[in-house]
């Protein structure tokens, strides 16, 4: 017979829309190529398969441009935070492949049939982050990507 799932975690169990995310930055200021306006935005699942695994999947993140058709277009990356449920100090941000860096407004990146898995400690819960960069080099870390969004925190249905 298999285990049944803690019932505090039924509103996030794996596979259902309390699982998605749909999460974007505010408007960005000016960026070092003189434009402004530019935001990021991501969409997408997070799936637990088992206390220590789980996957992002159908995920999609887009660069946008401002309303004027100008935006920075120099990146928009998709992170995910993991909490091990030991405090603050085990929370730990880890990059993804998800990212748009083709410039802004055509189309982005979109993920249909691939997924992010990962696999560690027992995972209490996972959320997301959208970064937006507005530096010339556009990686995550570095100090022109400061325009940030959180997804709310996923709870793992698995969890003890």
């Known amino acids: 017979m298999p285990a ?3 019932s505090h975690a039924v509103a996030t169990c794996a596979y259902t829309d309390p699982c998605a995310f749909d999460i974007a930055t505010e408007a960005g200021g000016a960026s070092m190529n003189s434009n402004t306006g530019g935001r990021a935005v991501a969409r997408g699942k997070i799936n637990f398969t088992t206390v220590r695994n789980f996957a992002v ?3 999609e993140v887009i660069d946008k441009c401002n309303a004027q058709g100008t935006g920075d277009g120099l990146g928009a990356y998709l992170l995910v935070q993991a909490d091990f449920g030991n405090g603050a ?3 730990q941000r880890f990059p993804t492949p998800f990212k748009d860096v083709d410039g802004c407004n055509n189309g982005g990146f979109s993920s249909p049939g691939i997924s992010y898995a990962f696999e560690s400690g027992k995972i209490r819960r996972v959320r ?3 970064l937006e960069c507005d530096g010339s080099d556009g990686l995550p870390g ?3 990507c400061f325009d940030n969004t959180f997804s709310a925190w ?3 249905p ?3």
Do not use: A, F, G, L
């Open 128 to 130: 997301v982050q959208i």
């Open 4 to 6: 049944v799932p803690p």
């Open 89 to 91: 100090e085990y929370v």
């Open 142 to 144: 570095d100090s022109d």
């Open 154 to 156: 996923k709870d793992n």
């Open 57 to 59: 999947t159908e995920v």
């Open 158 to 160: 698995h969890y003890p």
